[in-house]
């Protein structure tokens, strides 16, 4: 479900996560397998990875009117970041 087309109402992804910290590698080898159809199905929509060291993991999506809405997915496997992913992709309405 990842790599769908985003409803118009999700305006922007951010994730964070460390590029060395073992509770970050859930987060990066999600980002590794989804990335590439995410962008190919979404050519123009913002998606911002920011790697730096000893921060959390976490994806924080932007939508319509400002709202901002955050998940932790620190020591989480990458099954289980695509699942709160999605979860958190399908509030946008």
Request: hydrophobic share 40%; proline share 5%.
């Amino acid at each position: 479900m990842s790599g769908r087309v985003f409803p118009k109402s999700l305006k922007e992804l951010r994730i964070h996560f460390s590029q060395n910290s073992p509770a970050s590698r859930g987060l990066r080898d999600f980002i590794v397998k989804a990335y590439p159809e995410m962008k190919k199905n979404n050519p123009g929509f913002p998606i911002l990875i920011r790697e730096a060291g000893g921060v959390e993991s976490r994806i924080i999506a932007r939508f319509a009117q400002g709202q901002e809405r955050k998940i932790v997915v620190d020591s989480v496997g990458a099954n289980d970041v695509e699942q709160k992913f999605n979860a958190l992709v399908s509030e946008a309405k």
